[in-house]
């Protein structure tokens, strides 16, 4: 067998590209999100289950048109269904 090289870590699969430029370039770009007056518009999903995030503008709440359909059903399965305080 032979030695490995332990000095990096691996982020590929032996056989697969080196996914530490595109890693550095997400880096780069998150660094200058954070550091822009487009932070401001950085906002969590209005889904709660969701755990992404996307930069608002207008009246967008939802970071996909998935979120938006889920969120929609929820209000209107909500709506429709009796709470039994009646």
């Known amino acids: 067998m032979g030695r490995q090289d332990r000095s990096a870590p691996r982020v ?3 056989g697969q590209p080196d ?9 780069i770009n998150t660094a200058d999100l954070l550091t822009s007056p487009d932070v ?3 906002t969590a999903c209005g889904f709660p289950p969701c755990n992404r995030f996307l ?3 207008g009246r967008r709440h939802w970071c ?5 359909d889920r969120a ?3 209000r ?3 709506r429709r269904t009796p709470t039994g305080d009646e």
């Open 64 to 68: 996909s048109t998935r979120c938006d």
């Open 19 to 27: 996914s530490r430029p595109r890693l550095a370039a997400l880096a």
């Open 40 to 42: 401001e518009r950085l």
């Open 12 to 14: 590929a699969a032996p």
């Open 76 to 78: 209107t399965y909500a």
């Open 72 to 74: 929609r059903a929820t």
């Open 55 to 57: 930069l608002r503008h």
